[in-house]
């Protein structure tokens, strides 16, 4: 079982940068498909970025393509999400999820995963 655990939020002004981290241990063994969601308050857990487990498939939300690039490591074990041109209405608990899949496929729906890490906030002033 993948373990998830999610770092570098952080409160910044608009137009600012932040990369999360997300280790995600065990993930190199078995082929877990990755994703980022968000919450706000009051607001449901929405999807944000996916990867498949060989990288060669991502997905991102509309409101975060081309602000937003999801990556790995070499060992698999940590994905990121490099947040570029931030904006307050990105404020939220940001969230990593697994579940497993072929090695090809990207998850994009929040019910399929059955993972998650305790979620890192992320706060963007105006």
């Known amino acids: 079982q993948v373990q998830l655990i999610e770092s570098g939020g952080g409160s910044v002004q608009a137009g600012a940068s932040l990369r999360l981290a997300c280790a995600a241990s065990?993930?190199?063994?078995?082929?877990?498909?990755m994703g980022w969601f968000r919450q706000a308050p009051g607001k449901e857990r929405d999807f944000v970025a996916a990867i498949s487990w060989n990288g060669g498939h991502i997905s991102y939300a509309d409101s975060v393509k081309g602000r937003f690039t999801i990556s790995e490591d070499n060992t698999k074990e940590m994905v990121y999400l490099q947040m570029n041109s931030l904006k307050p209405e990105d404020t939220a608990i940001y969230y990593c999820a697994a579940v497993r899949r072929a090695i090809n496929l990207v998850v994009v729906n929040r019910r399929e995963y059955d993972t998650w890490g305790q979620g890192t906030q992320v706060t963007v002033s105006s």
């Open positions: 065990g993930r190199a063994s078995k082929s877990y498909a």
